[in-house]
């Protein structure tokens, strides 16, 4: 059901605003950002914050508390639009994808170091190191949307905390 209301929401939200192409410089999807603008928006972060950043906990072995939501946007690949996304990694720590339909055919989320393409089914959700690389799988036929988020960890020293977390050390020093 929340899967439908946000397909349905960002439809309308780009009757008025139109699909965005040109937002991440390097990476373009067609896209709209999702913000507390949105009608849906405070139910999914509560839902991110409890449930993903869980597990994200849980695969990592990482302080929850340090997590933190950079960016969301809801992505359509169509036959007549954005097909696929080329290789490429994320700009987080942490990445997510949500998939909000799974009447299509082709797609997927494909990763290069594991030579597997993972198409999930309509509300599940992926969650992986932003740092694999990743594309989007070629879409066949239909409407593929996601949700997807990207989630530091740590603000600015990120890299020094995580590593302190992981060997539980206090005077580490990375270059």
Same mark, same amino acid.
């Given at each position: #059901?929340?899967? #439908? ?17 040109? /937002? ?19 139910? !999914?972060?509560?839902?991110? /914050? ?9 695969? &990592? ?9 950079? @960016? ?10 954005? /097909? ?12 997510? !994808?949500?998939?909000? #339909? ?8 494909? &990763?290069?170091?594991?030579? @597997? #393409? ?8 992926? !969650? ?15 409407? /593929?949307?996601?949700?997807?988020? &990207?989630?530091?960890?740590?603000? @600015? ?9 992981? &060997? ?5 020093? !990375?270059?």
């Amino acid at each position: #059901n929340e899967c #439908n209301l946000l397909i349905k929401e960002a439809e309308m939200y780009s009757k008025k605003h139109g699909w965005k192409k040109d /937002r991440h410089e390097e990476y373009p999807t067609t896209d709209n950002q999702f913000t507390k603008k949105w009608k849906n928006y405070s139910l !999914i972060v509560k839902k991110i /914050r409890t449930k993903i950043y869980s597990e994200i906990k849980k695969m &990592f072995d990482i302080k929850e508390k340090k997590l933190e939501i950079n @960016e969301m946007f809801i992505v359509k690949y169509s036959t007549d639009g954005q /097909r696929e996304l080329e290789y490429h990694k994320d700009a987080s720590e942490f990445s997510f !994808i949500i998939a909000l #339909n799974d009447d299509y055919k082709g797609g997927g989320t494909y &990763f290069k170091d594991m030579n @597997e #393409n993972i198409k999930l089914k309509k509300g599940s959700i992926l !969650i992986f190191s932003g740092q694999n690389t990743h594309k989007g799988s070629y879409l066949e036929d239909g409407i /593929r949307y996601i949700l997807t988020g &990207f989630i530091g960890y740590g603000g @600015e020293t990120i890299c020094q905390d995580y590593y302190r977390d992981i &060997f539980n050390v206090n005077d580490l020093h !990375i270059i």
